[in-house]
Structure formats: structure tokens, C-alpha cells
């Protein structure tokens, strides 16, 4: 097998630290302990600056701020008559969510499935996300789903946001997903109806379906939401959220803004991706930092087409079982860890996370000529506080005459005049002015009010902090299953998440259909067990309280100990899954009609 294809074969593992291994050469733990010491002073820094938590964003796109939601490509959307029908099994969200799941009930034999979307085409987070640059940080091969079944191989180890969304649309095709879907549409209220034990469904259309099953497939980030700063409204340039980019203003290829001074406000995944287009396109590029990305190389080739001539079906699969193993361990480092403390580990751990954060460090020394630029560039904090991101092309363009970075240390931009951001005493006049602000996060029913048994909304439910069953089922709410929302295991490779709940959720239905049960309900002491088992697996690091502020860990707000991801591994968590659907009866109640 040639290096490339050997290459190929693996899947992604990018935070495997062996830990175990103290090499000669690392520099006195008071380094460490230094360097551990300046995360903490910028975090702190940062927590000083804001209001608590996610305060200091806005998601409530209405009124003067309701054009940064509207759909820029929307068009396509035919106006159309009101639905008022029953389906099996209807789908909030038209992305991976609903395409991988609604690909598993179809191998069952379910025949009558509904996408309700907001987009124009399926594809969720990639029919909305079409910023220039935009791409995926995760393997294609491994981030891509259904490959085995689709008989799709991705054309480069990363893809582009645009194949990713041509093969949604492929999967879409390929399982007649098409034939009952609505596009242009919300839903806005989801009522279990107790009489019937059916959903009754309610979109911004005026439709009102009725459905056996709901699946909440509305994605982890899919509302945009703004940063609140004084002054947003009086902006009097052209403005406008990555993840409604609008090509009208900026031409296809970024051709209009040849004359254009443009700002963009943040520095996360997405801005990393867009920033270098925008720089060989604007006259001018003014980028406004509140936090730096950590920026590491991206390993990019073309497939190998004599590596995909070799794939048998199945493929897939495999590899998604290897990733899921974890790298192999040898003996002599098993009997390391298991000499070792955890507090051993845990130091070792930290070291080995420095050391990588170092390395970006001295990648941006030797890329970045202006050194105050580089300084600036610099993140301060443990890999995964923040999504990590791979770029050859960011750094490089702050060596461009025509890009500036305007390090606002930590505080962020607080006013926007009428000609553009302030920053320091000093207005940044821009034609155009890019949010890269991100995203409202993995809120269940996020367009959306989900009532059920006894009246009760899920938000209200959830008052006293969340309350799942594999963070898919709640007590209460039949038939209704929930993707991608907190009390879920969370990866790197998201569809692998969803991939595993897709399963589950198709495989509950099948169960339901087989035995001649008309609904499902998860039991008050099942959830309470798993609300205990997120907690005590929460409980294992300090990583929220210790991390610079961002939406890994609620901007840094104290937040309730149920009232996020489950931090098993995905292993624990497939085991769960399995273990629940060895044993139906202790774990759900059902109804017979
Ligand atoms: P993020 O929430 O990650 O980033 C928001 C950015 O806005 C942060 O840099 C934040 O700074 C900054 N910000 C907020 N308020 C201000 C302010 N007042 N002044 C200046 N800056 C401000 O959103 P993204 O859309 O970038 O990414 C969201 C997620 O989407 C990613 O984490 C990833 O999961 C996914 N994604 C994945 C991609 C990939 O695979 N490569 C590409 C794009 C997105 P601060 O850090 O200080 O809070």
C-alpha cells in the first residue's frame, strides 16, 4: 500500500497524547505551572469583561436585527398550499439528523417520512453555512455518513461545504426523502395530543400535520446569533452573518469587494475559514479578535483513486468501529498509566496539551512576520477549550499589506458607529461588516414549543435543569425522540454522534411497529438514572471552570451539573444504547391502541 493510502486508512485521532511518555527533554513542571498561570490570567481577563454566560449574544433575530436570519437562498422555496395530513414519522430539521436516521427507518420499512426545513434543500448546517472557504475539519471519510451505503467516496481527505452539500442532497435522493418534504418551513408548535397519542405539528406555513413519531432534528448550532454590541443597528454599511452570506453584495467570488473595506467581527471555526478569501479579495480587511483561534496544519490532499478502487463495501463501518476503539495501546504503556496517580495523569495530561499549544505558538512565530501581530495571534489557553481549527492559508494572511488584526485583548468590540466598529478611541471605518459571531447552541426545539403529556412544555420541563434518557428521550414526551441535544455524548465527528442516535431512534420505532405497541415512553426512574450518570461523569475535570470562555463551556457561566454533554467516552455511550434496547420493558412504558 503506498504512503498515501496508508494514510488514508486511519481514521481521525487528533488528541492522542501518550502521556506516559516523559520525554528527557521536556523543560521544569514551574514552566508548566507558568504557563498554566497565564490560561488562567486570560480567562479571567475575559470573564471580567463580559456579562455572565451566553449574555452577551443575542439570538432574537427580530425587528431591526431580523435580516441577519433571512435566507439568502431561499428563493428557490415555491409558494404552496397548507398542509393538513398525517405521516409516520415527521422530521423538525432536514440535515444530517433526519438524512441518517430517515436512512435507517427506510432499511426497516418505514414508508411515510416527512422533512418540515427551514432551508430551501435539505442539509441543514451546509445548505446554511456557504461562507467562502468553508470546509470541514473532520476526515471526510469518516465524516461523511452513510458511504457504505451510498457507494460515495469524498473526492479529498477534508471536504468542501459544498460537496458535503451535494451529497446531502444525494441522500436525500438516494432514500426518496424528497417526496414528502417541505422546505421554506418552520415548525413552531409540537402538541402531543393525549386522545389520539399522536404529534400535531404546526408550522409558519399554516400546516397542521399529524404525526406518530417526532424526531427534533433542528442540529447543535443551527440559530445564528449576534454578539450584543451598542450600536449594531446604527451601522449604516452593508452587514451580514457567515451563515447567510450574502454573494449578491460580495459577487461569487468575492469580485465586489476588489473595492470594499470589510470588517468581520470574530475569530472562531468559521471566520478562520473565510478570513483568508476575504484577504486576497478586499481592498481592505479589518479583523476583529476577541479570543485567537488555535491554528494548526492542515493535512489536505485529493483522494487516492487507486486507495478508493480498493474499498469494498463496508468500508465504512470498519473504520467507524476502529475510531471508536481508540488507537490501540500497548502493553508497556497500559502498565504505565497503570503505575501512575491520577494526579500524575492528570499533570502528564496537561504538559502534553501545553506542549501542543507551544507548538501552535512557535508556528505562528515562524509564519507571522509582524511579531506584535504574532503575539496577538497567540492562544492561551488548553487544546479543546475552544474548537481547534486547521488552516495553511490563515495565518499567512495577516502578512498581507491589506489585512490589519485588531487584538481587542480579551474585551471584544463593544460599539459600532455608524462608519463601522470602535475599538480603543478608534473608529474602523468599513464598507461591509461580517458577523462571525456563531451560533445559539444544541437547544432542543429551537424554533419551537414542544408540549406533552399534561400540557407541559419541554422548556419548563427542563427548568430545574435537563432531563433525558440518552439525551434522545424524555419522560412525558411519547414518541418523540431528540438528535444532537445536550446529555449526549459529544465528538469531534458530530455525524458519529448522530449516526449511533439515528440507529437507536430507528431501531425504538421498528421495536414499537413489531410488537403492536402504539407509543413509547421513557420511565421517570430510567432518566433519572441516566440525569445521574451525565452527572457523576461531569463531575470528572475542572475543564469548564478552568477554560477561557466559549460555547464549549457556556461562555463561562455556572451551569447546572445535568445541563451539558455526557462525558463518558462513546464507547460507555453505545453500551448504554445497547444495553436500554436489551431491555425495552425496564426502561419505557408503552401504550396499546
Ligand atoms: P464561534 O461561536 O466559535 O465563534 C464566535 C466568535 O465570535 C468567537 O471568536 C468570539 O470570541 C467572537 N466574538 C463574539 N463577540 C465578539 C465581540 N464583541 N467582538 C469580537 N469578537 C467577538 O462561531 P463559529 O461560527 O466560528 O463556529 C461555530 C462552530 O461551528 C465551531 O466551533 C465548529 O463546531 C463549527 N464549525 C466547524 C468548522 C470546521 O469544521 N472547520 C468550520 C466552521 C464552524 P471569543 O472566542 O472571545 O468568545
Not at 64 to 76: F, M, R, S, T
Not at 271 to 291: C, D, H, N, S, W
Amino acid at each position: 500500500m503506498s504512503v498515501m493510502a496508508d494514510k488514508q486508512e486511519k481514521p481521525q485521532d487528533i488528541f492522542n497524547f501518550d502521556y506516559t511518555h516523559d520525554g528527557q527533554e521536556r523543560p521544569p513542571q514551574e514552566y508548566y505551572e507558568q504557563v498554566k498561570e497565564k490560561f488562567a490570567s486570560e480567562r479571567d481577563l475575559r470573564l471580567d469583561y463580559r456579562p455572565p454566560g451566553t449574555d452577551n449574544y443575542t439570538s432574537n433575530l427580530t425587528g431591526d436585527l431580523a435580516k441577519y436570519a433571512v435566507d439568502p437562498y431561499g428563493h428557490e422555496v415555491e409558494d404552496r398550499e397548507a398542509l393538513n395530513d398525517s405521516v409516520e414519522v415527521l422530521f423538525i430539521g432536514g440535515g444530517f439528523s433526519a438524512l441518517l436516521t430517515s436512512a435507517r427507518l427506510r432499511e426497516k420499512g418505514v414508508e411515510s417520512i416527512r422533512i418540515v426545513e427551514r432551508g430551501a434543500d435539505v442539509g441543514g448546517t451546509w445548505y446554511w453555512n456557504r461562507y467562502p472557504g468553508v470546509a470541514c475539519d473532520v476526515v471526510a471519510y469518516d465524516y461523511l455518513p452513510l458511504l457504505d451505503e451510498t457507494g460515495y467516496v469524498p473526492s479529498r481527505h477534508y471536504a468542501g461545504g459544498q460537496e458535503i452539500y451535494e451529497y446531502c442532497k444525494m441522500i436525500a435522493e438516494r432514500f426518496d426523502l424528497y417526496d414528502l418534504a417541505v422546505f421554506g418551513t418552520t415548525v413552531i408548535s409540537t402538541l402531543w395530543d393525549e386522545e389520539s397519542e399522536t404529534w400535531i405539528v404546526e408550522t409558519d406555513q399554516g400546516d397542521r400535520i399529524s404525526a406518530r413519531f417526532v424526531v427534533c432534528a433542528n442540529g447543535t448550532l443551527s440559530k445564528p446569533r449576534l454578539a450584543k454590541i451598542e450600536g449594531v443597528e446604527q451601522f449604516a454599511g452593508h452587514s451580514f452573518h457567515t451563515s447567510r452570506w450574502d454573494y449578491q453584495y460580495t459577487g461569487s467570488n468575492l469580485e465586489n469587494l476588489r473595492d470594499k473595506r470589510v470588517g468581520i467581527i470574530g475569530t472562531g471555526a468559521s471566520a478562520v475559514q473565510a478570513i483568508p478569501e476575504l484577504g486576497k479579495m478586499a481592498k481592505e480587511l479589518y479583523v476583529f479578535q476577541r479570543t485567537p483561534s488555535s491554528i494548526d496544519v492542515r493535512d489536505d490532499w485529493e483522494t487516492d483513486p487507486e486507495w478508493a478502487a480498493t474499498l469494498e463495501p463496508g468500508w465504512q463501518a470498519e473504520r467507524r468501529s476502529r475510531a471508536i476503539e481508540g488507537p490501540r495501546v500497548s502493553d508497556a504503556v497500559k502498565a504505565r498509566r497503570a503505575a501512575m496517580s491520577q494526579e500524575e495523569k492528570v499533570r502528564r495530561q496537561e504538559n502534553a496539551n501545553i506542549d501542543a499549544m507551544m507548538r501552535i505558538h512557535n508556528r505562528i512565530d515562524e509564519v507571522v512576520e509582524n511579531p506584535a501581530t504574532a503575539q496577538s495571534l497567540k492562544p492561551w489557553y488548553m487544546l479543546m477549550c475552544k474548537r481547534p481549527c486547521f488552516h495553511n492559508d490563515y495565518l499567512p494572511t495577516f502578512n498581507r499589506p491589506n489585512v490589519t488584526l485588531v487584538d481587542t485583548e480579551g474585551q471584544g468590540i463593544t460599539q459600532i458607529n455608524a462608519n463601522g466598529p470602535v475599538f480603543d478611541g478608534v473608529e474602523y471605518e468599513v464598507d461591509v461588516l461580517i458577523y462571525a459571531t456563531g451560533f445559539e447552541v444544541q437547544q432542543t426545539g429551537i424554533y419551537n414549543q414542544i408540549i406533552g403529556e399534561g400540557g407541559l412544555d419541554l422548556n419548563a420541563k427542563y427548568s430545574d435543569g435537563i432531563r433525558t434518557l440518552l439525551g434522545i428521550h424524555s419522560q412525558g414526551y411519547p414518541n418523540l425522540f431528540i438528535m444532537g441535544g445536550y446529555q449526549a455524548f459529544f465528538a469531534f465527528n458530530l455525524t458519529d454522534v448522530l449516526n449511533s442516535q439515528g440507529e437507536h431512534i430507528a431501531e425504538c420505532i421498528d421495536f414499537v411497529r413489531q410488537n403492536n405497541i402504539h407509543s413509547l415512553d421513557c420511565t421517570h426512574q430510567a432518566e433519572e438514572q441516566w440525569v445521574q450518570e451525565v452527572i457523576d461523569h461531569r463531575g470528572k475535570t475542572n475543564r469548564n471552570r478552568d477554560c477561557t470562555p466559549g460555547y464549549y463551556n457556556f461562555e463561562g457561566a455556572d451551569n447546572r451539573r445535568q445541563d451539558g454533554n455526557y462525558n463518558g467516552t462513546m464507547k460507555q455511550y453505545l453500551g448504554h444504547m445497547s444495553e436500554i434496547r436489551e431491555n425495552m420493558a425496564d426502561h419505557f412504558v408503552f401504550t396499546h391502541r
